[in-house]
């Protein structure tokens, strides 16, 4: 019986020596708020007797503020189901980032529902070039814009984006 014990504690000392290190992830808060324009209204049409509206293929580039891992120019997506008579649906879509103050940014899909008419979701995000390997993870909402800034709509999103171990 000591034997085997000696045995196993020899085994699993040479497992603990061969284990790689564990890397460690930084997780690094961000927050922006973003104005978009659209370029391409979709495909839309209605159903129900024309109480729910699909439209597929909404398109915008947008402008993103809030410091240096978000701040650039996006390309969004999305697609929704919206029942006009309460305000409640679904949408979905995708969204890149290319970023100002790095040479590369985020791509990532995003899920929200709107309750009411207005619309929250997150977001999770792959990094590419510079920020290859990076990943994120946000919340997103409609804010509406502030008077005199001229686009077609406003979000904001915050969250966290996470640096890969090193």
Same mark, same amino acid.
């Given at each position: 019986?000591?034997?085997?014990?000696?045995?196993?504690?020899?085994?699993?000392?040479?497992?603990?020596?061969?284990?790689?290190?564990?890397?460690?992830?930084?997780?690094?808060?961000?927050?922006?708020?973003?104005?978009?324009?659209?370029?391409?209204?979709?495909?839309?049409?209605?159903?129900?007797? @024309?109480?729910?509206?699909?439209?597929? *293929?909404?398109? /915008? #580039?947008?402008?993103?503020?809030?410091?240096?891992? =978000? &701040?650039? !120019?996006?390309?969004?997506?999305?697609?929704?189901?919206?029942?006009?008579?309460?305000?409640?649906?679904?949408?979905?879509?995708?969204?890149?980032?290319?970023?100002?103050?790095?040479?590369?940014?985020?791509?990532?899909?995003?899920?929200?529902?709107?309750?009411?008419?207005?619309?929250?979701?997150?977001?999770?995000?792959?990094?590419? @070039?510079?920020?290859?390997?990076?990943? *994120?993870?946000? /919340? #997103?909402?409609?804010?509406?814009?502030?008077?005199? =800034? &001229?686009? !077609?709509?406003?979000?904001?999103?915050?969250?966290?984006?996470?640096?890969?171990?090193?």
């Amino acid at each position: 019986m000591k034997r085997s014990m000696a045995i196993l504690a020899v085994v699993a000392f040479f497992f603990a020596l061969a284990a790689p290190a564990s890397a460690t992830t930084t997780r690094i808060p961000v927050s922006a708020t973003e104005t978009y324009r659209v370029i391409d209204g979709g495909r839309t049409w209605f159903s129900n007797e @024309g109480r729910i509206m699909h439209v597929r *293929g909404w398109t /915008a #580039v947008s402008e993103a503020e809030g410091g240096n891992y =978000v &701040t650039g !120019d996006g390309l969004l997506t999305a697609s929704w189901n919206l029942d006009l008579a309460t305000g409640d649906g679904t949408m979905w879509g995708t969204a890149s980032y290319v970023l100002d103050a790095f040479d590369g940014g985020f791509a990532g899909s995003w899920t929200a529902t709107f309750e009411g008419f207005a619309w929250s979701g997150r977001g999770v995000y792959q990094g590419f @070039g510079e920020l290859h390997a990076w990943q *994120g993870r946000v /919340a #997103v909402w409609a804010t509406g814009c502030a008077p005199g =800034v &001229t686009a !077609d709509g406003c979000d904001a999103f915050a969250g966290y984006y996470f640096r890969p171990g090193e």
